[in-house]
């Protein structure tokens, strides 16, 4: 039987849901694709694999799609990780870099700085690593685990997942599990008990990544919410139905 080619992020956020599958049975039935959030959303586009940890900004752009496990990447509160970073206020931000990692996020900044903080900055796309552009009136998105390493750098931190919830009463889901293509239910019921099972192991993730930079037990437990549940399938149409709606925002993700 061929194995299910499965797109993941290794970021910390994705973690205890990698914990649950690697510990699992599951494991033997995928063929797991390490990479980058934006590159897995085109690798599932061009039918290159057949589910992946996708931004979900990438759902407008599939000819059919499927939401597979009741697991996801999201938040209820702050999440630390995906933030607008600047030295300055917000309102003086002149251009924003935008972080080539994910789409979601840009996509997400986009929408923010339109009708949230009402600012019209020039937004340049990155390719390389490109904080230390950071400065004076240049801010820049940044997710993932290199976020929580600029949390340290920067004065001023707007957390994207806080702002959209103060713009919309509304959870964010950043990353979910997407299929371009059915999947045996049997598969995906075992897929969705390990994610659940990679969560009851907290303790164990953040003993298996040491890390300084910040506190993994209150990032897992606070800042990161993997559930996916009505409220946040509620967020997560709102984000799309802005993205249907408007043709920059297609064009954005498009590019």
Same mark, same amino acid.
Do not use: E, Q
């Given at each position: 039987m061929n194995k299910i080619k499965v797109g993941i992020v290794n970021y910390l956020n994705t973690k205890p849901l990698l914990y649950g599958i690697e510990h699992s049975?599951?494991?033997h039935a995928i063929e797991p694709v390490p990479e980058y959030p934006a590159k897995i959303a085109r690798?599932?586009?061009n039918d290159e694999i057949d589910m992946g940890l996708v931004p979900v900004a990438v759902i407008p752009r599939m000819k059919q799609y499927f939401i597979n496990?009741?697991?996801c990447i999201g938040c209820t509160q702050p999440v630390a990780s995906v933030c607008l970073f600047s030295d300055v206020p917000v309102e003086e931000i002149t251009e924003v870099l935008m972080d080539y990692q994910s789409r979601t996020s840009v996509t997400l900044a986009r929408i923010l700085m339109r009708d949230y903080w009402k600012i019209n900055p020039t937004l340049t796309n990155t390719q390389d690593d490109y904080r230390p @552009?950071? *400065?004076g009136t240049t801010a820049g998105v940044v997710i993932g685990d290199r976020a929580l390493e600029q @949390?340290? *750098?920067s004065r001023y931190i707007y957390d994207l997942g806080e702002a959209w919830m103060a713009h919309t009463g509304l959870p964010f889901v950043f990353a979910a599990w997407v299929s371009n293509k059915p999947l045996p239910e049997d598969f995906i019921a075992a897929f969705d008990e390990a994610n659940r099972k990679g969560l009851e192991h907290i303790d164990e993730v953040v003993a298996e990544n040491p890390y300084d930079v910040y506190d993994l037990h209150e990032y897992y437990t606070?800042?990161?919410s993997y559930e996916l549940d009505d409220q946040k399938r509620a967020g997560l149409e709102k984000f799309l139905s802005l993205i249907r709606e408007d043709e920059l925002l297609k064009?954005?993700?498009a590019q």
């Open positions: 049975p599951v494991i690798m599932l586009l496990t009741n697991y @552009r950071i *400065k @949390r340290k *750098k606070k800042n990161i064009a954005s993700i």
